[in-house]
């Protein structure tokens, strides 16, 4: 028998109406629990994943990553915890919308988000922007909902400093709007029209813009525009979870599986209450709506909550300490080849950690940095490192321990092999 899972309009006033509690008893959410499937501890795979290495099982090597937290790389490397809060969670039943909800208001409390604020566990930080315009463009009207990406009846266009178009506004421009490209406050007043839904900023280009952060958001206020801030791979700091919120920004975009080390299909939008509501309810589990595949499950909802909690009492200094001492150790083997310089960085925002670039005189060392890229990628072991024009470039935040000495190794003999 087919189930008739089509949504009715009192399907859709209960899930805004469980989105609209103001206080959710997490309690009430998990009572079932010692109701749950007992599953052992210790349970030992057989067939697939016997050997301890999935990925070799499927032919594929694995990766030393001095990269980054890449989404192509597979992000970073949960957290033991998260894992273990995840099987926790994939043992029960719940609701998925007053799961949100609940979840929402833990994350708020953990960031200590200003009143009125909330947050809401989507599929990445790309879900959570297309989600986000979505809601604004839509709010609780069920049949805007359902007609996105046909915008007829609501607003159509979002602002957007033209040094802060990237790959990312792809997401943007799924909802059916169209993306009015500005450069100086001058434009800006101009572009704003009666079909204006959004100002949009892309944090990581704040320095490529005209308009910076805190100008942009203050003519949003003039404005009376909402404002939206995508801030994806920008923690560390682990403060700008909550400064652009105080900000007053109306929402803003983070990654659940970079830095904070939680699920990689995870993210996080963080904003005013009324307009995550919206967002939930453009977004899964909602069927007919734009966001229905980009499905965030109850594990990833929880294990964002258990990652954002150990994310929060990390000792990020002696992390910083770390990810310096793993770069010097590196640098000091590069000294010993000849033709072969160091030198360090940190970007202002966005991968806010230590980076290390390596250069070397042709006369000495044979290798366009592009090769030297390749060949440490096709090497054994297999090494991921960025390259430009003038040399390599890394950082060590998502090094395993001990991994900066087999990097450091590789390079020596890749320099010695390629000597002129």
Known sequence: MKLNSKPTRRSFVSALAALGAAI?????????????????????????????????????????????TMTVLGGSLMRPEVEAAMALASQHFCSIPELEVAAGKRIAEMLKLPPGYTGLVTSGAAAAMQSGLAGILTGDNEQFIQQLPDLTGMKSEVIIQKSHRNGFDHQLRSTGV???????????????????????????????????????????????IPCFNDAA?????????????????????FSGGKAIRGPQCAGLLIGRKDLAAYALLNNSPHEDTLGR??????????GMIKALESYLKEDHDALTKEWWRRLDSISAEMSRAPGVSTSFSVPDVANHVPHLEIHWDPRHISLEPREAAHQLRAGKPSI?????????????????????????????????????
Not at 187 to 212: C, E, W, Y
């Open 24 to 68: 959710l008893s997490p309690r009430k959410l998990f009572a079932a629990a010692s109701r749950g499937p007992a599953r052992p501890a210790d349970a030992k795979l057989s067939g697939f994943g016997a050997s301890g290495n999935v990925y070799e099982e499927l032919g594929l090597t694995t990766v030393i990553n001095g990269q980054g």
């Open 233 to 253: 791979a920008d923690t560390p700091p682990v403060s700008h979870l909550w400064d652009y919120a105080n900000m007053g920004y109306d929402l803003i975009a």
């Open 178 to 224: 169209k993306l009015i490209e500005i450069e100086t406050v001058a434009d800006l007043r101009r572009a704003v029209n009666p079909k204006t839904a959004m100002m949009h900023f892309s944090n990581f280009a704040n320095a490529a813009g005209q308009i910076k952060v805190d100008e942009w958001l203050k003519l949003s206020k003039e404005c009376k």
């Open 293 to 302: 595949s980009q499905k965030v499950g109850k594990e990833e909802i929880i």
């Open 384 to 420: 991921v490192l960025a390259s430009n024009e003038s040399g390599l470039i890394m950082n060590s935040f998502m090094l395993q321990p001990g991994e900066e000495k087999v990097i450091a190794e590789r390079l020596v003999q890749l320099f010695r092999a390629h000597s002129a």
